[in-house]
Nanobody, 129 residues
Framework: QVQLVESGGGSVQAGGSLTLSCAAF????????MGWFRQAPGKEREKVAT??????????SYVDSVKGRFTISRDNAKNTMYLQMRSLKPEDTAMYYC????????????????????WGQGTQVTVSS
């Protein structure tokens, strides 16, 4: 049974940092496109970052609003994915979800939110001004 479990959310002041973790059970990251998504109250869920493979190279992508501040990474030995968040802003406040989808070679190319099959339960991030 596939399961994703997020942790690491919390409340911080603007300018602070948090690192989210996503532990995977029942599958291995290397064969999946992985991503972090977020949903703020009253807004649609949006893709924050993805991490996939292109051959032997890992490729990342970020939504423009977090570029330079967030870093997605993975530890295959621990089957865990991370989202390091720095210089947090009040507009980063949301429920954050990790997600995965089996993909050919683990590539995220062309994949969008509806393509992701597996989702965690979410972890809340609140940034105060």
């Amino acid at each position: 049974q596939v399961q994703l479990v997020e942790s690491g959310g919390g409340s911080v002041q603007a300018g602070g940092s948090l690192t989210l973790s996503c532990a995977a059970f029942g599958f291995t990251y290397s064969s999946n496109c992985m991503g972090w998504f977020r949903q703020a109250p009253g807004k649609e869920r949006e893709k924050v970052a993805t991490l996939g493979r292109s051959g032997t190279i890992y490729r990342t992508s970020y939504v423009d609003s977090v570029k330079g501040r967030f870093t997605i990474s993975r530890d295959n030995a621990k089957n865990t994915m991370y989202l390091q968040m720095r210089s947090l802003k009040p507009e980063d406040t949301a429920m954050y979800y990790c997600a995965a989808v089996p993909a050919s070679g683990g590539s995220c190319l062309g994949l969008t939110l509806p393509d992701f099959d597996y989702w965690g339960q979410g972890t809340q991030v609140t940034v105060s001004s």
